[in-house]
């Protein structure tokens, strides 16, 4: 025995991404590709979702800058424990999640922001905008899992995904009201 690590070390690939394995959870194979496939949709939105908030969070401006800071980081940090919950329930079914950046890219249909940096009014838009493409596909996702009976997905989908999404956008929504003029 050594205790020099065995560094460098390169093997193929033993499970390929799009594909899941026999798991005894009394799912079919075809109900855990299929949510698999949803669920690393929506898991590469949402990680685009989380990048763009602390895209935001860093760039925020103007009068509201502190407050819009602090809500921001705490959305972003709750989009980041959605993908950490998306990417598990993928493997629960016996799938291979979306890990990487430039893979998630490839199937998000989050659109890329601008490099720069934006108003306030276009940032909160554009981060509604997002929640928008992830709430449809939520509850479509949602829908279609539990009609083949992946009770476990629906749930995370709604209790999770639908419900956090819906908070952030009513929270991010209200910084576009209108404040009522006085005097």
Not at 69 to 82: T, W
Not at 121 to 132: G, Y
Request: glycine share 6%; aromatic share 4%.
């Amino acid at each position: 025995m050594s205790t020099q690590p065995r560094l460098h070390q390169h093997d193929p690939e033993i499970q390929s991404f799009g594909t899941v394995t026999q798991l005894p959870i009394a799912l079919s194979h075809d109900a855990r590709q299929y949510a698999c496939q949803r669920l690393n949709r929506l898991l590469a939105d949402t990680h685009f979702l989380y990048a763009l908030y602390k895209k935001h969070h860093w760039n925020v401006h103007g009068p509201t800058s502190y407050q819009l800071h602090l809500l921001l980081d705490k959305h972003a940090r709750e989009q980041l424990d959605l993908v950490d919950v998306l990417a598990e329930r993928v493997r629960t079914l016996g799938g291979v999640p979306v890990g990487d950046p430039r893979h998630a890219a490839e199937i998000t249909g989050v659109p890329r922001p601008p490099d720069g940096v934006e108003s306030v009014p276009a940032m909160l838009s554009r981060l509604l905008d997002a929640h928008e493409t992830i709430l449809t596909e939520a509850r479509d996702a949602a829908g279609r899992t539990a009609q083949l009976g992946d009770d476990g997905t629906q749930d995370l989908l709604v209790s999770q995904v639908v419900r956090t999404g819906e908070t952030q956008v009513w929270f991010l929504a209200e910084h576009l009201v209108a404040a009522p003029r006085t005097g």
